[in-house]
């Protein structure tokens, strides 16, 4: 809203400064550039909702704010929500426009290359939501063959792809046993997960920035799921000794900590390894009989998907909630 209340001002300026000097038809053009430039970056700049998103195309059309330069805003919504299923659902727009793009009318492509490895980016993502594994290999190398500057963004799905078909493999042991961080008898998994419905697993470290900022979401994640019958547990690595010092005094500092069990892993990160962890925190939901149903990110919505898929019941906690004082 700021950024409208001094772009409409400017506008109004632009028509008065110039009224005396330019033809009435020269007075128009500017003003409707102006707004489009405004609909155009109130376009790109949106990440509140789909309906926001949809309101800001409407404004955008209104404007004649052109297609391609919306496609590309709805992809790049898309992308930072990581919704994977939208991104593949796209995937007719951008076989459509493929031969007919031009340079002039993207919003964020500075040569076609970048624009053909989206188009090929799309198609990987696609195939994947398929389980076609031959047609997202080629798809995803020809993107990195296009624009080898955006690999940032295409690597993730290929470590994504390795890690699922390493967990489809993978039974969890629940005879492992693990000692509490703080004082107590090493548990077994097992008996942790007893009677439950599923295990959530939360690999942490209390020297990670990123962990130290999702721990409050984590403890409300946590109460909500064992309301509902899920067994969580906590893992740090059982060594170096001051790793789990500082852990033990920052789980007494946290409130709800008895919704989680907080364990060091053993071996210095046994289950950490087995399941390929190898960024934190990471959140692991393993069934009954030990199979991996999920691992990755707790801000991957595939999480929340396969949660309700145990219970339906589950709701993701309201992130921008506060905690009770």
């Known amino acids: 809203m700021r950024r409208a209340a001094i772009i409409l001002p400017l506008i109004a300026a632009l028509a008065s400064s110039h009224a005396q000097d330019k033809a009435p038809a020269d007075v128009a053009a500017e003003i409707a550039a102006a707004a489009r430039q405004s609909a155009l970056e109130k376009l790109l700049a949106e990440r509140e909702s789909i309906e ?78 398929k389980g076609d594994r031959d047609a997202f290999k080629k798809h995803i190398t020809e993107a990195f063959w296009l624009s080898p500057r955006q690999a940032a963004a295409f690597a993730p799905h290929i ?10 493999a993978l039974i969890i042991d629940f005879a492992i046993e693990c000692a509490p961080v703080s004082k107590g008898e090493a548990v077994s998994l097992k008996s942790l997960i007893a009677g439950k419905k599923a295990l959530l697993l939360h690999f942490w470290s209390p020297w990670s920035q990123e962990c130290e900022t999702a721990m409050p979401d984590f403890i409300t994640t946590a109460a909500m799921l064992s309301s509902k019958g899920f067994a969580v547990v906590s893992l740090v690595p059982s060594h170096p000794k001051n790793l789990l010092d500082d852990a033990a005094a920052e789980i007494a500092s946290l409130s709800g900590t008895n919704t989680s069990a907080w364990l060091a892993d053993p071996d210095g990160g ?56």
């Open 159 to 168: 470590e994504r792809l390795r890690l699922d078909e390493t967990m489809r």
């Open 52 to 129: 926001a998103l949809e309101r800001v195309i409407g404004d955008a059309r209104a404007a004649n704010v052109g297609e391609q330069a919306i496609l590309e805003a709805r992809f790049l919504f898309h992308v930072d929500k990581q919704d994977d299923a939208a991104i593949a659902a796209m995937l007719p727009e951008f076989l459509k426009r493929r031969a007919s793009f031009r340079l002039a009318d993207s919003a964020i492509f500075s040569v076609e290359e970048d624009w053909l490895a989206v188009v090929e980016y799309v198609q990987s993502i696609a195939a994947l939501a």
């Open 270 to 325: 046994l289950l950490a390894r087995k399941l390929r962890v190898q960024n934190l925190p990471t959140m692991v939901i393993a069934s009954n009989d030990g199979r991996v149903i999920f691992n990755g990110s707790p801000n991957d919505p595939r999480m929340w998907d396969e949660l309700k898929k145990i219970d339906p019941g589950v709701k993701r906690p309201d992130a921008s909630a506060k905690e009770p004082p």
